[in-house]
């Protein structure tokens, strides 16, 4: 099992940025996957997940309306777009996948996912 984080980079407080993260080795709805994100001195913190039906996404209070998380089934990818970012937003972003969670399962605890990406950085300027 793999899973491959892209998409961040340096941008301008108020703008917008995608990440993606690719799996393999796991077949569709078999998995709950969650966006963290983790700057140094800090505690890991949920950002965004979507459920193993895929009917279930929530979000962290400080995202909420600005963040979306999507899936393309086809393509073994969830996106994470960020609108509206802000330099608080600036982070170590990871996606990790559960593998034991229900089907309407949205787990916000770092600790229940099984599998993690390597981690894409995201930095916004002000």
């Known amino acids: 099992v793999q899973l491959q984080a892209s998409g961040g980079g340096l941008v301008q407080a108020g703008d917008s940025l995608t990440l993606s993260c690719t799996t393999s080795?796991?077949?569709?709805?078999?998995?709950?996957l969650g966006w963290f994100r983790q700057t140094p001195g800090k505690e890991r913190e949920f950002v965004a997940g979507?459920?193993?039906?895929?009917?279930?996404?929530g979000y962290a209070d400080s995202v909420k309306g600005r963040f979306t998380i999507s899936s393309d089934v086809a393509k073994n990818t969830i996106y994470l777009r960020m609108n509206s970012l802000h330099s608080e937003d600036t982070a170590a972003y990871y996606c990790?996948?559960?593998?034991?969670?229900?089907?309407?399962?949205?787990?916000?605890?770092?600790?229940?996912?099984?599998?993690w990406g390597q981690g894409t950085q995201v930095t916004v300027s002000s």
């Open positions: 979507i459920s193993r039906s895929g009917r279930k996404i």
């Open positions: 080795g796991l077949t569709s709805h078999s998995f709950a």
């Open positions: 990790a996948a559960d593998t034991g969670s229900r089907w309407d399962s949205l787990p916000r605890n770092g600790d229940e996912y099984d599998y």
